[in-house]
């Protein structure tokens, strides 16, 4: 099958820059790209209708780390990489918002709460002895004590306690991506749908693609943006990592306003207006949720249910609406990969599930890289 003069000429002939993927990392590159050079001819290949990750599936948590999650974290990384990664989620949290604003995304600066069951007593006294060692840490990059004790209980059953981040917000995911799509296109970045990248081949004058198993695309660089399935392309430590998310129906008289974290951030919820999404539980099967089928399974919902009827929502009439699930890119190191992987390729991968956070930073740097 060939292209049409027309297709060649306007919509993909020859590019100067083809990326792969259209979630936050794939449209912050070409962004950047743009900006830095507008003569550039740049195309994004998306295998989906939609950013097909977790890109448009994730919860918009704006943040960077529960206390839980970071002291999780030293087990195996030191204090100066761990308060760098902190760092760098939230510049990449601020440039999200200057990129596209507040408004757009409704930014909202509601805090970030974990919550502590009673057999997880000895972790919640360790996180209290930390507190105040890691807030003076994390006072230069933050202006002051980013955790502290949460006095309020939201309506729990069954929890011991409960620690506030001040500085983690939250995001409408669905009204992000829109304005990152809209945009990437009025810079005169182009993106194609349904357009599944089967194979790649560096040639002498750049990288050819194979497209959905019968078209041909030539380009002078090639940027890898799939994250959770980059594993097809690169052989780098980056895995796949199925999260699973429901969401209720609306509940009147909602008592939670915020985000939420849970066992050292495997359970995750927030409030959607009068709406509580929930997701997480990967935990409960790490080698089954190694995968890139995108399907819910009755375990793990099964799991979301119970601790929504028994901890979050207890004494309260609900009904789940609907539920799904995105992939993630996460490894044994929680850096992104942003590297040279061939002649002419680029990575850009591994966002650990904290894409929101580190999306558009990991672009803007794989932008710089392209443009050397």
């Known amino acids: 099958m060939n292209f049409s003069y027309w297709e060649n000429k306007e919509l993909i002939g020859e590019n100067d820059v083809v990326i792969i993927g259209s979630g936050i990392t794939g449209l912050s590159t070409a962004i950047h790209l743009k900006r830095k050079s507008p003569s550039l001819k740049v195309l994004i290949l998306e295998r989906g209708i939609l950013p097909w990750g977790a890109s448009t599936k994730n919860a918009g948590f704006a943040c960077f780390g529960s206390l839980g999650e970071v002291l999780d974290d030293l087990q195996n990384t030191s204090l100066d990489e761990i308060v760098r990664l902190i760092e760098s989620r939230n510049a990449g949290l601020n440039a999200l918002i200057k ?20 057999n997880q007593k000895e972790e919640y006294i360790a996180c209290l002895d930390r507190m105040d060692d890691l807030n003076n840490v994390l006072r230069k990059e933050f202006g002051g004590s980013v955790y502290s004790k949460e006095e309020r209980n939201f309506g729990f059953e069954g929890v011991i306690g409960i620690i506030k981040n001040q500085y983690e917000g939250q995001v409408d995911t669905g009204k992000m991506m829109k304005a990152y799509l809209d945009l990437a296109r009025r810079e005169g970045v182009n993106i194609i749908n349904g357009a599944e990248v089967t194979q790649y081949s560096s040639t002498e004058s750049g990288v050819e693609l194979e497209i959905n198993n019968n078209l041909t695309i030539k380009t002078g660089k090639l940027v890898i943006c799939s994250n959770g399935f980059a594993k097809q392309f690169l052989n780098e430590d980056v895995e796949p990592a199925r999260a699973q998310v429901l969401i209720t129906k609306p509940i009147p008289n909602l008592p939670l306003k915020g985000t939420f974290h849970y066992d050292k951030g495997y359970y995750y919820f927030r409030n959607i207006h ?69 002649n002419n390729i680029l990575c850009a991968v591994r966002l650990g599930g904290m894409g929101v956070a580190l999306g558009t930073m990991v672009g803007k740097e794989a932008a710089k890289k392209v443009i050397g």
């Open 99 to 118: 990129l596209l604003g507040e408004d757009a995304i409704d930014f909202q600066l509601n805090g970030g709460f974990e919550l502590f069951r009673p």
């Open 274 to 342: 009068n709406r509580v999404l929930f997701g997480g539980g990967r935990n409960l099967d790490f080698k089954g949720e190694n995968t890139t089928e995108m399907e819910c399974t009755e375990q793990v919902i099964n799991k979301l249910k119970d601790i929504l009827s028994n901890v979050i929502l207890p004494n309260t009439n609900y009904e789940v609406d609907y539920h799904w699930a995105g992939i993630m890119g996460v490894g044994d190191n929680k850096e992104p990969i942003i590297k040279e992987v061939g």
